[in-house]
């Protein structure tokens, strides 16, 4: 590996901007009109020559590795004129899936200027970055405490479920922590099945997907059915029975699970039930096929499968 990465640091310093313009005041103006008739042009990667599958995984690089390859094309995008809008607190992993992923978004290169590429949209429920780096969270923690310092009385069901929400990301956060400091048995599998649970909520929530059952209108007779993992590629990831989970495992990943499923009417009540009918439920939506709809969006076909449960938890709603 330390050969690769040899010639891939090489690699990205001969991708380098060699004929840098100068940056007249004028070329500023241009630069706006430009973006402003022209499409956001071809992906970072296409202006440098660089490709993202050229690099690999950030779990096979140590972290000093990480940051040589963050820095080294930190350098090459700044002679493009580019930088990248990333949480300052980033972690290197994070950093390094970041800078190697700008490849593949589009860039608007000009002769005056910078250029940002932006990964955030502002929706705290789909932040690319996680929930513990997050920089827009700001405001709606403002709303959710204006919230629980009203008369529980006058709440709403809003106002239900932006509480729940938010108690279930800091409980999700505590118990990874717990995890991570403690010595369960299956510390090591489950870290990696959070992280995977995890990198599925940003593409899941950051495309807008959804899964729901489908409408007798919708049926598709012949349709293919794949579990929600299986659409994802990722068909190794396999939740454990309960029964072979510690406490405190099976707690994170129930939480994980509940946030990867997204903000909806279930959080309330799953988030008031006890953690094993939590994760039995959960790990049910999440292996039971789905036809796939959209790039995110999935149906569950009504006739054929049994998903006990969910009525009584709804029961009272």
Known sequence: MQRYLRQLLEDIAAARRQDIPPRPPASLFADAERYLREESGPALGQHCGLKAEGFPPAERLAEAQQQAVVEALKETYASYAVDLDLPEKLPPALQYRFYVKALDEPCFIGDGGFATIHFCEGEPEACPFGWQYCTCLGKWLDEVEAIRNKPQEEWTEEDYLEDAWLTAITESDECRLALEQGDSPNKRYVLQLLADIEEARRRFQGAGGF???????????????????????????????????????????????????????????????????????????????????????????????DFPGFPDLLAGM
């Open 211 to 305: 899964i729901r059952m489908e409408e007798p209108e919708e049926e598709a007779p012949g349709a293919e059915f794949r579990p929600f993992f299986d659409w994802l590629d990722m068909p190794d990831v396999v939740f454990p029975p309960l029964g072979r989970l510690a406490e405190p495992e099976a707690e994170a990943l129930s939480y994980a699970l509940l946030l990867l499923s997204g903000k909806d009417a279930l959080v309330v009540p799953l988030m008031a039930v006890s953690t094993p009918v939590r994760y039995q439920r959960l790990v049910e939506q999440f292996t039971m096929p789905l036809r796939r709809v959209g790039e995110m969006q999935f149906l569950a076909a009504r006739s054929g499968f």
